[in-house]
């Protein structure tokens, strides 16, 4: 089950979210920024964060930027009163994949929120230029036909790369999204990794993942 971490200060608002969003999500309530940046640190499953820009010890934008700085996985939206236009702009600097103004239509917010863990969502199953990949079993099958199961956490930087997507990610994120803070292989062990991937794929690897100078690596695919 998806899971969502809302940051809401209104007690009224907070409780209603909370069990609308239950229905269809594992949903975690946080009340101030200090209570959304202890959440962010203990659960490492979540996938979206909807953020108020008021809250009692700050901004929902010191939250995002935590979620930034601190190179973690879940995408995150605005949901606030504060919506003129120079939130707006601030709040998709920072990476807002949308910025939803109060007060709103409930079915709305629902509507946008699936659509955005949607459209980052990764197929258990996919097909690159004839070799088919499965999530689900961290199996390869090649062009030929042959099954190869190669190391898992190559499949797991293929999948967080696809997942971020356009968005390049830098070694440390691939490192903590996939090894954790507890382990801390180095930076060529990810470029190793990226070059299997891209024989993996075959001769149009590179251009599947894209290095990004400066940042990191990328996947691009053509629509």
């Known amino acids: 089950m998806r899971q969502i971490l809302l940051v809401e200060d209104d007690k009224s608002l907070g409780e209603t979210l909370t069990e609308r969003l239950s229905k269809e999500y ?16 203990k659960e490492k499953g979540l996938d979206l964060v909807i953020l108020d820009l008021g809250l009692p010890d700050g901004t929902g934008f010191e939250v995002a930027e935590y979620i930034r700085a601190a190179n973690l996985h879940p995408l ?25 103004p109060k ?3 409930l079915k709305e917010l629902l509507i946008r929120v699936k659509h955005v863990l949607d459209q980052h969502a990764v197929q258990s199953e996919i097909e690159i230029e004839g070799v088919s990949i499965n999530f689900t079993t961290m199996a390869v099958r090649k062009v030929d036909g042959q099954i190869e199961y190669p ?8 999948q967080f790369l ?17 090894w954790g803070l507890d382990k801390n292989p180095s930076h ?12 993996l ?12 100078r ?5 996947w691009f695919k053509e629509s």
């Open 76 to 100: 995150f939206i605005f949901l606030t009163a504060q919506a003129d236009a120079e939130a707006r702009l601030k709040g998709f600097e920072i990476g807002a994949e949308e910025f939803i």
């Open 26 to 41: 594992r949903v975690l309530w946080a009340q101030s920024v200090q209570a959304a940046k202890d959440t962010l640190a």
């Open 162 to 178: 696809i997942e971020r997507a356009p968005r390049a990610v830098s070694r440390d994120e691939i490192i903590n999204e996939v």
């Open 188 to 199: 060529r062990t990810i470029d190793n990794t990226i070059v299997r991937l891209r024989q």
């Open 214 to 218: 400066g940042v990191g690596y990328q």
């Open 201 to 212: 794929i075959g001769e149009k690897g590179e251009s599947y993942i894209r290095s990004v």
């Open 151 to 158: 190391p898992v956490t190559d499949l797991k930087i293929l």
């Open 103 to 105: 007060p709103f239509h």
